[in-house]
Nanobody, 125 residues
Framework: QVQLVESGGGLVQPGGSLRLSCAAS????????LSWFRQAPGKERDFVAA????????IYADSVRGRFTISRDNAKNTVYLQMNSLNFEDTALYYC??????????????????WGQGTQVTVSS
């Protein structure tokens, strides 16, 4: 069993930055593929970024590539999402999710066994 807890969300102006963290419990963290998703009100949950078990592979949605960076620290059981150049369209509830190693990069929410509770990111002037 893995529990995920996100933090780091908040209110930021357009062009600003935030760093999200997702801390995991459980001894299998280093064997899991991890991703960030986001969901705006009235919209579906969308894939944002994924990182493989070792941290050597990353995948990004087109909408965030070049602005967001996903990383992980297996010693700390934590995955991060550094978000730069934020714009209004980035406003959403952000979730981290964990899946089996061989599902790395899946953009389908049903692929993920474990989810955090979400952290709100609001971009507003």
């Amino acid at each position: 069993q893995v529990q995920l807890v996100e933090s780091g969300g908040g209110l930021v102006q357009p062009g600003g930055s935030l760093r999200l963290s997702c801390a995991a419990s459980g001894r299998t963290f280093s064997s899991l593929s991890l991703s960030w998703f986001r969901q705006a009100p009235g919209k579906e949950r969308d894939f944002v970024a994924a990182i493989n078990w070792s941290g050597t592979g990353t995948i990004y949605a087109d909408s965030v590539r070049g602005r967001f960076t996903i990383s992980r620290d297996n010693a700390k059981n934590t995955v991060y999402l550094q978000m730069n150049s934020l714009n209004f369209e980035d406003t959403a509830l952000y979730y981290c999710a964990a899946a089996a190693k061989d599902l790395y990069g899946s953009r389908r929410p049903p692929s993920y066994y474990y989810w955090g509770q979400g952290t709100q990111v609001t971009v507003s002037s």
